[in-house]
Nanobody, 121 residues
Framework: QVQLIESGGGLVQAGGSLRLSCAAS????????MGWFRQAPGKEREFVAG????????YYVDSVKGRFTISRDNAKNTVYLRMNSLKPEDTAVYFC??????????????WGQGTQVTVSS
């Protein structure tokens, strides 16, 4: 099992940047595929980005391609989400997720508690 703790959320103006971090702890934390999801008020949770266990393969939802970058440092058991050119529609609670195989739009086994990102216009 793995525990996930997100950090780095906050309030930023449109066009600004934030970097979210997700610290993973527990047994074999570095052997999990990781990802980020978000949930805006009144909307369903949405997949944002995923990364495989060795960090070579990354994938994104179309709405964030070219603006967001997911990366990981397995030595630190940490996954990051760099968010540039933020838009008000990026406002949401962002959740870190992990899975022994792959994190996709419909698959993730472990979840963090979430961190709020608010983008003002």
């Amino acid at each position: 099992q793995v525990q996930l703790i997100e950090s780095g959320g906050g309030l930023v103006q449109a066009g600004g940047s934030l970097r979210l971090s997700c610290a993973a702890s527990g047994r074999s934390a570095g052997s999990y595929a990781m990802g980020w999801f978000r949930q805006a008020p009144g909307k369903e949770r949405e997949f944002v980005a995923g990364i495989n266990r060795n960090g070579i393969s990354t994938y994104y939802v179309d709405s964030v391609k070219g603006r967001f970058t997911i990366s990981r440092d397995n030595a630190k058991n940490t996954v990051y989400l760099r968010m540039n050119s933020l838009k008000p529609e990026d406002t949401a609670v962002y959740f870190c997720a992990a899975d022994p195989q792959v994190v996709t739009r419909t698959q993730a086994t472990y979840w963090g508690q979430g961190t709020q990102v608010t983008v003002s216009s």
